[in-house]
C-alpha cells in the first residue's frame, strides 16, 4: 500500500505570497493532520480533518487554513507569508479519528521564505 | 493539557553499546505514547506503541520502550546500537480529544 505522499516536496517562495501545499493519504484513511517542523519550535500541529471537517486546530494565525475533500486528501494554505513560515510541513494520516490511532508521516513539503 | 519531556537534546554513543532515550509525559487521563524517528530530509516512521495492552512493548529495528506510570515514563531502549540508528527520535502523547503532542526531540549519534 502507497505511503502517505506530499507534493511539492520543496518550495521557494518570497515575503507575501500565499502557498498551496497538498498531502494525499494512505489509501482508506480518512484523517488527516498537518504539522509545521522548525529547529526552534519543534513539532507543531496545525490543524486536523476528518470526513472533510474541521475536528482540531493548533494555535496558528488565521493565515493559515486547510481543507480535506472527498477523497480524503487534504491541502492546506498559508497566505501572506512571512519569513518565519519557512519550515518543514509534515502531513499524516491516520484511519479514522481518535486517541489510539496511529499517524502514518509523508516526507514532508520543505518551505523557505525569502 | 498533555506534555512531553525529552530528557537530552543529544545523545551520543559508541557502536554496539546500549541506546537510552528518555521520555516523560505528563496526562490527566490515561495516555497514548508513541516514538517516531526521523531521519535526514524525511518524514517521521512510527518506532513504537503504546496501547495500555502491555508495558512492555516491542517495536521496529529492535527498540522496545517500557509504560511506567509511576515515573510517567516511556524511554526506548536498545541494547546494542548501530550505525544506521542515527537519527532523530520523538517521543509523542495522545490523550483525550486533543492533537498528537511531540517532545522536542533527541537526536542520536552512533560512533564507530
Known amino acids: 500500500k502507497a505511503g502517505v505522499t506530499q507534493t511539492p516536496r520543496y518550495l521557494i517562495k518570497t515575503r507575501g505570497q500565499q502557498v498551496t501545499l497538498s498531502c494525499s493519504p494512505i489509501?482508506?484513511?480518512?484523517?488527516v493532520s498537518w504539522y509545521q517542523q522548525t529547529p526552534g519550535q519543534g513539532l507543531q500541529f496545525l490543524f486536523e480533518?476528518?470526513?472533510?471537517?474541521?475536528?482540531n486546530k493548533g494555535n496558528f494565525p488565521g493565515r493559515f487554513s486547510g481543507r480535506q475533500f472527498s477523497n480524503s486528501r487534504s491541502e492546506m494554505n498559508v497566505s501572506t507569508l512571512e519569513l518565519g513560515d519557512s519550515a518543514l510541513y509534515l502531513c499524516?494520516?491516520?484511519?479514522?479519528?481518535?486517541?489510539?490511532?496511529?499517524?502514518?508521516f509523508g516526507p514532508g513539503t520543505r518551505l523557505l521564505v525569502l | 493539557a498533555q506534555s512531553v519531556t525529552q530528557l537530552g537534546s543529544h545523545v551520543s554513543v559508541s557502536e554496539g553499546a546500549l541506546v537510552l532515550l528518555r521520555c516523560n509525559y505528563s496526562?490527566?487521563?490515561?495516555?497514548?505514547l508513541f516514538w517516531y524517528v526521523q531521519y535526514p530530509n524525511q518524514g517521521l516512521q512510527l518506532l513504537l506503541k503504546?496501547?495500555?495492552?502491555?508495558?512492555l512493548v516491542k517495536g521496529i529495528n529492535g527498540f522496545e520502550a517500557e509504560f511506567k506510570k509511576s515515573e510517567t515514563s516511556f524511554h526506548l531502549t536498545k541494547p546494542s546500537a548501530h550505525m544506521s540508528d542515527a537519527a532523530e527520535y520523538f517521543c509523542?502523547?495522545?490523550?483525550?480529544?486533543?492533537?498528537?503532542?511531540f517532545g522536542k526531540g533527541t537526536r542520536l549519534s552512533v560512533i564507530a
Open positions: 489509501s482508506g484513511h480518512r484523517s
Open positions: 509523542a502523547v495522545s490523550a483525550g480529544n486533543t492533537p498528537l503532542v
Open positions: 503504546y496501547t495500555s495492552a502491555a508495558t
Open positions: 496526562s490527566s487521563v490515561p495516555p497514548y
Open positions: 480533518y476528518f470526513s472533510e471537517t474541521q475536528r
Open positions: 499524516a494520516s491516520s484511519l479514522n479519528q481518535g486517541q489510539q490511532e496511529t499517524q502514518y
